[in-house]
């Protein structure tokens, strides 16, 4: 299970459908249920648009967003 999701990543994404796949992908190791946490999650990000230039890559470069960067944009399961 991630310790955070990328919110941009998300955004980046055209439809609720694909955003919610790749929420389950990134979730898929989680032992607890996650479909409320997902629909939960998919309606706090409608009405929400990417801001250019906020996002840097991760020390790691697997896509999620680095400590440095503004944990208010993170989401946490």
């Given amino acids: 299970m991630p310790d955070e999701i990328n919110i941009d990543e998300l955004l980046e994404l055209e439809s609720e459908e694909e955003r919610s796949r790749k929420i389950q992908g990134l979730l898929k190791s989680c032992g607890k249920p996650v479909e409320d946490f997902i629909q939960e999650l998919l309606a706090k ?32 399961p």
């Fill in 45 to 76: 990000l409608q009405g929400l648009h990417r801001q250019p230039g906020l996002r840097q890559p991760s020390p790691s470069h697997d896509g999620s967003l680095s400590p440095l960067q503004d944990r208010a944009r993170t989401a946490h």
